[in-house]
């Protein structure tokens, strides 16, 4: 084995430990804002991910718009 081909394996034991890491979140925030939980998928793809995020930030989110509780209007800061 070279070192070549240690670092090679050493890389996507890191990639895939980072994915495991990453995704649960996510994807339990699309969940949760009502959007699919697979769009999580989208940020392991360069410049898709931020596209996905701006997307989820800026649009109403389809759980609000069931009719649950909406916050309240303070700008997400506790206390104001």
């Keep these: ?3 070549d081909t240690i670092w090679f394996g ?3 034991l890191f990639m895939l430990l980072w994915i495991a890491i ?3 979140p996510f994807w ?3 969940v949760k804002a009502g ?9 392991l793809i360069p410049i898709a991910n931020l596209v996905v995020l701006y997307i989820v930030a800026f649009t109403d ?3 609000l718009r069931r009719g649950q509780a ?3 209007d303070s700008g997400g800061m506790p206390g104001r």
């Design 1 to 3: 084995m070279t070192h």
């Design 10 to 12: 050493g890389h996507w």
């Design 22 to 24: 990453i995704l649960p």
């Design 28 to 30: 339990k925030i699309f």
């Design 35 to 43: 959007f699919s939980g697979w769009l999580s998928l989208l940020l």
């Design 61 to 63: 989110w389809p759980s």
């Design 70 to 72: 909406r916050p309240a």
